[in-house]
């Protein structure tokens, strides 16, 4: 009896034992049947195709397959792009359809220290398509478009003066031109009508921002937000200033690639350290130090660079201190300096300006120009304002409005603005308060260059 | 009949001096011997050395509370191969997820089968202890092991919750906001409690750690031995519950009772009855093979269907964990989405009221309970009244559940989940 309930346990367990053989089986099949393998075989391939000699056959033969991964802790990054996209750094691969692709311009940005997602994001950690290409739910970083490539270099670079991305300067430009800032604070600097756009780059499509910038309403609705008018090449460059601003902060090595050291990187940073106080330009500036007008002549760059780095060690006795330069910086310095030598340099210095100047200044930096035009000239549509339904122009304060009453005006702002229509929403534009960002001076400054808008040869009486 | 090749292969292994030396009792041939290696086997000693017909009938335990115990294993030996690529921190932890799933060999399997024995583990307990209650098998001797069983099924909860946030998504981080801000609703302790719990008060890298703790030490560690003494329990209890029978329940001697001037032998003193006790022997099989196999099989079966899960259905993992962008609506896991439910509706009463009185009566149930009819068998007509009861509430945290995890959209908003949901617009 014993023996033959034994035999009906040895059925199931053969069964059962089976269907977990075979499941383990399956499971174990799909673990190591990854899409990489492939692409990785399909590399070996090539490589024995195009040995030459008996040595690189065998080379090619025995390459082993495995994961590829370029470990960036200090970006936090781990970019395993190169499981795939083996000969990304071999030229004899140009052309080659991907992924076996070449790709060029990395004397500058190495594989090793920089990986691939900093610049085209995507998801390094990955390993099939959909996935590494970050075209896939929950992952919110899909790979930037070629055409937007540009984006990528504003996240170490100053845009300004990136040569190698002429359209992402032309879009920072139109940001600060258009007055972007009157509403949306960047990097700390603008108004609160509108969201911060420290991160938007992360947050947005393109797509979101093209279709954003027409018409805001259509993708955010009720956004106060006036249709902007751009050009296609203007709306791409905003487009790829934008997408550039995605909070991410490099750092290290790659926060000091910041600045790519120019003459006019130059300028700016001797006009911020305030090196005019104690050195000279064109007769402007202290007596304390040697004036620098041809001190491109007296000096070497070597010397300049020296000089900046431990000014004592060049010129002893030197009561210039050290102000702990970069590399770059020392640089855009020296080219700077020794550019003087060729040509005449118009500083903005604040001490150098006369205070309609400065005022141009603050009204082009804070972004006045978002509300109320360019050079104040109004037009920016604020729907169901009393005044025609626009934000009004700036050019006639001079005639309503004491300085001190001027002064008050932009200190306080205006949050209620008078409607049109009591019965439609209320005008989604207003006046922010400007005190606490504004200082006392620059409030000053402002008032005299709006003064200063008053057209030429109009009468004050009417 | 010639015994089967792996059988003779395994005995000459015994022979040897190294098989000797590892088992006691070989492969058992006689009845004695078969007592024997129950007996004396560390592994298999907890379980009787004769088991009555009527235990290994599959129709009266449908083997839930071994599969629950199976599923335990599973999520210990899965979670331990886990525990090598896990990193605690907010700031590795989604990382971890995300090279188990690309790059770690079989990683993504594992994390799978972790997942899947998990919620399975959830359902199983609570099949279990529904078992229990519908046979009736909580009453005298078994009150204690049944507060013991419930209080598994509170720590089941507990270990699924705790695991919950580890992957730190946005799924797991907003499950446990939720599911935490559920606990804050408490009076006086409530808000102490969730502090405790999270070690501040939102989500962050201290809840990680303290859910990280109880999740691979502290609950496993109480529900292991919880567990050991539930089965130890089962034993000493007299074996699974069935009908009195005459004989049975026999009064415990109390020590004070004794005759001093008489010795006693060990089984005097032994509370209750054993299964053996006064029964027919024809009754009775050999717990080897007929218990230690049908375990044996039932075990393959779990492992194969948490295998098939895992193999075909990813675990999820959604973006890296975003404190300021909240999903709509924000849900806790599943568990708890009945919970949840109630507390849209009042949060005291939801929250506090509702889920502290069943706690409270599944614990007391044993003693409160006290009838002997209808013990050892399925829905027993005497037991109508309790079994009625029983089985509004369990249909209740049903439909709650239900409604909580598949009818409710943004809002918290009521959707039927077989329609297109309305286009969420994005704020500015």
Redesign the interface.
Known sequence: MN?L??RK??G??TA??L??SL??V???Y???SRPWKTYQRQYIEQEIRRASTPQEKLLAETTPVE?H?ILLPEL?R?D?CTTCHLAVDDPSYAGYPEPLGYHPLHDEHPFEKFGCTICHRG?G????VA?AHGDVP???EPMLPLKYIQASCGQCHQAADDPAAPELARGEQLFEDRGCRGCHKLHGVGGNI??DLDNVGARRSPEWLRKHFLSPAS?????AMPPQKFSETNLEAITMFMLSQTGEQVPGYYASMKVIPSSSEGQRLFEQKGCIACHSIGGHGGKIGPALDNVGVRRTPEWMMRHFRDPQAVSPGSVMPQFGFTESEARALTDFLLHLRDQRVVLSLPALMTPVERGREVFHKYGCAGCHGPAGKGGVPNPNAKTAEQVPGLIHVADGYTKKELKARILDGQKEIAAMDPKRPPPPLYMPSWRGTLNDAQVDDLVAYLFSLKPKGEDLGF | MKPPLVKRLWKSFERTRVGRSIFRVGLPESRLERSRAMISSFLLHVQPAKVSRRSLRPGYTLGLGLISLYLFLILIATGVLLMFYYVPSTDQAYNSMKDLQFVVSAGLLIRNMHRWAAHLMVVFVLLHLCRVFYTGAYKRPREFNWVLGVGLFLLTLALSFTGYLLPWDQLAYWAITVGTSIAGYAPLVGQKLRFLLLGGHTVGQEALIRFYALHIIVLPGVAGLMIAVHLWRVRKDGGLSRPDEPGDLVEQVESGQLPANKTYGLMELARGTTPQVGKDPEEEVSAWPHLVFRELLLFLLVVAVVLFLAIFWNAPLEEFANPVHPPNPAKAPWYFLGLQELVSHSAFWGGVVVPGLLVTALLLLPYLDRKRAGIGRWFARERAVANTIFTLCLVAAVVFTVIGTFFRGPNWGWVEPWKQPPAVTEGP
């Open positions: 023996d309930s034994m346990f040895y199931w367990f059962l034992g269907l977990v499941l383990v399956v499971g174990f799909k673990d190591t994961i991964q936090h781990v395993r998801q950690r990955a390993t099939t996935d929950h992952w919110d509108g969201p993708v955010t609705p009720g956004s």
